[in-house]
């Protein structure tokens, strides 16, 4: 494995744009089409009904499928980047990522600088400083130590945050990240990804599947149906009662809380009960 | 399975250790069916009846094979195993005596069968089939084989011939004996099996007939018993013991020669080797317990009096 | 690490100071100075002890350590590629090839001395290959029950077809035995100089993938997404395993266990990152089977224990413990 010896692209600003991605799963299309820009340092929440494709969409950006069209990072084709030089620009948290029992702590957010060092090589001084660092920003410097089987739910998701930034990538691309969260810590993770967004300057794609939290974090709003985009935007303009009652098949109401935020709260069906 | 090599397995299934009593004896019932038969004879496997003079026998095993020719019941047989190659005009067929197949022989026709290794259910089945067995494994000393001599005599109708082999078998023995002079105390050798230093100790059959001319085994160290009198030896210890002789029963099987020994090494450091005191036997001479053992004794005897001269 | 490489240098040390022979530590020591070079010390001792230490006990001992490293590194290797902790070279089917290809050399009229590493080595390949893609093709991953499955079947397969070649070839059945029953009785430094070359770059390869091993703990997409190619990484890994652990039990025969009673034992007294179990596996390995083949040539002194049943009376009941104890086994890996 000879080649990249290149270093990340420090010029890299983290605009993404996709054009006319498509994925075909087991014969049937499972992303069309879709197209959609997203400006450095911007988060964008990608939101849709199950199945819609939100996931395979994340899969397509990082790779992870065969995919039709092309996705640009700062207007290069990523299909003409090394393996080593992509994951120093893009870095993925899956949706339920492994955690090695024994492993420890330091050790597991050590890996995300793997596209840092040669196919062969260990981690430098440098790199173990840059993970204890990081374990300092997440909070846990004071489990760096201990193995994984031993720290709860949320600590593990803010280390395979870690363990993303340590990859030093422009791009980061959060698969459902907190969907395993209690609320409180729910909103911790997406706090430290906002603040580290703002901090790195680093662009954002996550799906989410809490409306209410995608309305409030994410600056700009991607809705799939079907595979297909349907709506793209501020949450304001995207997330309406009709968009989301038809593309959901539900029925919710949109509200708005002191501080003026979009409030989306599900309701039972019509005529099925009536509690007033 | 890992445990065990075949030449070891031979030996073990061969031996009277696993086999139980050896030897024969026969007592006859005057009736027709041809002068002295039916007769019933004691073998390994009990009291075998065999109704009627055999004329079609099967041999499974290599030493029985000679032994039957010895006593002039060539004749009378029918298929021997794959593994009979003495005489020479013995019919070999592909029969394995170590997986008997009572089908395979049962293709024969046989009268009587002779085996050395008597596998679990072997014997039932031939017994289903009607056809005696006669189980004569591995002597553990030569009281028992000429016991197998004549039990093979008298259950094929050539009991003086029988009684006549033992004797010029007992006469040679003596003579060579006599004829060599007796070893100097002390005076080892190193039996070699197979190239990963099996071995016999002087409570085997091999082992008793070195005994017959002086020598002893270095084997004897490891406990005469162990492993049913065949160890496994360490290299080292057979260096530090340094035999006064080699003899090497793995010429066939492994192309064993003295000059492969001389060239193990640190084996150049050996006496044996220096001195030129290794020699090579035939295997299957030197692993039955049949009429050849005068033939192996004898070499090794001549070969002890060209070095103590 | 420390640790396991003093306990390495004790074990060797002690191996070579003992043996059937009953040589003084004054003569062995004499005879190991006497071929240090540029030392021109001269061993007084006679020429058969000085072919004991020299010719026999040494190479024994440092044959034992190169087989022994190689099966402890080779099994943590395998472990790290399937991600399955009773993954060895046993259970994937590379023994039963390799004594396939084994049994096929000596049986061919031909000079088998020198064919024989390389007909085990091919025995080895076509084997893990056929297992690999056997179980991949039953599993959805390349992990799991579906590969240790397959290894088993395929290993069945192979140890069939060998026995019936076996009985084919029935003059030949004592050299084919002498060489399954896996044992150090006949080592020489013409066997560790065969395995050496093999053996070193099947090493280098494999600790060079220690951390690669450990990304793949994470998973196959974590890998991917951190510019790894996991497929490459297990193909390399298994080719060199392979490699190694088949020119070692060409010289050394079948010894089980090894593989797994080493790596296992190093996790447990480790952190379990592959950086370290993998390099602590090849010093222990080498410990481990120096002990084990002290054992059978002393305990019947004399005579010889076989060596690969020595490991099977330790490895059996490990391997009971190791079933039992679910956590161990299917955390740490």
């Known amino acids: 494995m000879a080649h990249d010896a290149t270093p990340v692209p420090r010029d890299s600003t983290g605009r993404i744009e996709l054009h006319d991605v498509g994925v075909t799963l087991d014969r049937t299309v499972a992303l069309d089409q879709v197209n959609v820009h997203v400006a450095p340092g911007a988060w964008l929440g990608i939101i849709g009904a199950n199945g819609a494709g939100k996931s395979t969409l994340l899969r397509a950006v990082a790779r992870l499928v065969a995919y039709s069209g092309t996705v640009r990072i700062d207007g290069r084709d990523t299909r003409s980047m090394g393996r080593r030089e992509f994951a120093q620009t893009v870095a993925y948290v899956s949706q339920d990522p492994q955690f090695p029992a024994q492993m420890r702590a330091i050790d597991y957010v050590a890996l995300g600088r793997t596209p840092h060092h040669g196919y062969f090589g260990t981690e430098s001084a440098r790199d173990r400083d840059r993970s204890a660092e990081l374990l300092r920003d997440i909070g846990l410097e004071h489990l760096s130590l201990r193995a994984l089987d031993s720290l709860s739910g949320g600590e593990l998701q803010r280390l395979v945050l870690a363990r993303a930034l340590a990859q030093e990538a422009p791009i980061l691309l959060l698969d459902e990240a907190t969907s395993a969260l209690d609320l409180g810590r729910r909103v911790d993770v997406l706090e430290l990804v906002d603040a580290l967004r703002i901090d790195r300057r680093l662009t954002v794609i996550s799906t989410l599947h809490d409306l209410t939290l995608a309305a409030q974090f994410a600056e700009q709003v991607l809705l799939l149906a079907g595979g297909r985009a349907v709506a793209e935007g501020p949450p304001s303009a995207v997330m309406t009662e009709e968009t989301l009652n038809r593309y959901f098949e539900a029925s919710v109401e949109i509200l708005r809380s002191r501080d003026n935020n979009i409030v989306v709260v599900p309701r039972r069906r019509e005529g099925m009960g009536n509690y007033d | ?309 | 690490m420390v640790v396991a490489g003093v306990v390495l240098v004790t074990v060797v040390l002690v191996s070579t100071a003992m043996g059937p022979a009953d040589l003084s530590l004054g003569t062995v020591v004499g005879v190991l100075l006497s071929h240090v070079p540029l030392l021109h010390y001269h061993s007084s001792t006679s020429p058969i002890n000085q072919a004991i230490v020299w010719e026999i006990r040494l190479p024994r001992v440092i044959l034992a350590c190169l087989v022994g490293s190689m099966l402890a590194l080779g099994g943590a290797s395998y472990q790290g590629v399937f991600r399955n902790p009773l993954a060895d070279p046993y259970l994937l089917g590379v023994a039963a090839g390799a004594g396939l290809g084994a049994t096929i050399a000596i049986v061919t009229p031909s000079t088998f001395s020198e064919l024989l590493p390389l007909a085990a080595f091919a025995g080895g390949v076509v084997a893990v290959t056929l297992t690999y893609v056997v179980g991949s093709k039953a599993g959805r991953s390349s992990s799991g029950s579906s590969i240790v499955l397959a290894g088993v079947a395929v290993a069945a397969i192979f140890t069939a077809i060998q026995t019936n070649v076996q009985q084919q070839h029935a003059a030949d059945l004592q050299p084919v035995y002498s060489w399954i029953l896996g044992s150090l009785t006949v080592a020489t430094w013409s066997d560790v100089t065969l395995i050496l070359p093999y053996v070193t770059l099947s090493a280098v390869v494999l600790l060079a993938h220690r951390h690669l091993l450990d990304i793949l703990r994470v998973g196959e997409e974590e890998a991917r997404t951190l510019g790894v190619n996991p497929n490459r990484v297990r193909l390399t890994v298994v080719a060199a395993a392979t490699l190694g652990t088949a020119a070692a039990v060409s010289v050394s025969g079948l010894i089980g266990f090894v593989g797994i009673i080493v790596p296992h034992l190093v996790r447990l007294t480790t952190n379990a990152s592959y950086r370290v179990v993998m390099p602590v596996s090849l010093v222990s390995g080498a410990s481990f089977l120096v002990l084990a083949d002290l054992f059978a040539r002393m305990v019947e002194a004399p005579g010889e224990v076989p060596l690969g049943v020595v490991t099977a009376f330790i490895g059996g009941p490990f391997f009971i413990l190791v079933l039992r104890s679910r956590r161990s086994a299917q955390g740490v890996l």
């Not at chain 2, 002295?36 to 009627?52: D, E, L, M, Q, R």
């Not at chain 2, 019919?91 to 069968?113: Q, R």
């Not at chain 2, 002789?245 to 150049?268: E, H, M, N």
């Open chain 2, 1 to 309: 399975m890992k445990l065990l090599r075949p030449g070891l397995i031979v030996l073990l299934l061969l031996t009277g250790v696993l086999a139980g009593p050896g030897g024969a004896s026969a007592s006859r019932v005057p009736h027709a069916h041809g002068p002295g038969f039916p007769v019933t004879i004691k073998a390994a496997n009990g009291s075998v009846t065999i109704p009627s003079r055999p004329t079609s026998i099967v041999s499974l095993s290599a030493t029985a094979t000679e032994m039957l020719y010895a006593i002039g019941a060539g004749g009378q047989v029918r298929a021997v195993d794959k593994y009979s190659n003495y005489p020479p005009n013995a019919p070999m067929t592909n029969l394995n005596g170590f997986t008997p197949s009572p089908e395979a022989i049962a293709k024969y026709h046989p009268d009587l069968v002779v085996v050395s290794y008597d596998p679990a259910s072997f014997n039932a089945q031939m017994k289903k089939l009607k056809i005696p067995v006669i189980y004569d494994p591995a002597a553990p000393t030569l009281t028992v084989a000429y016991h197998q001599y004549i039990g093979l005599g008298e259950a094929t109708g050539h009991t003086a011939a029988a009684e006549a082999e033992v004797a010029r078998l007992k006469t040679r023995i003596a003579r060579i004996v006599k004829s060599t002079p007796h070893a100097a105390p002390g005076t080892t050798y190193y039996w070699e099996l197979d190239p990963t230093y099996y071995s016999v100790t002087s409570a085997t059959f091999m082992g008793q007939l070195m005994t017959l001319l002086g020598l002893k085994s270095i084997a004897d160290a490891a406990g005469v018993n162990t492993n049913g009198g065949y160890p496994q030896l360490n290299s080292e210890f057979i260096l530090k013991a340094n035999p006064t002789y080699i003899f090497l029963a793995d010429t066939k099987c492994c192309q064993a020669s003295p000059a492969t020994v001389a060239a193990r090494p640190g084996w150049s450091a050996l006496s044996a080797v220096a001195h030129h005191r290794i020699l090579a036997l035939n295997d299957d001479i030197a692993s039955r317990w049949g009429p050849r053992i005068v033939i192996l004794l004898q070499q090794v005897a001549n070969f002890l009096k060209s070095h103590q001269g």
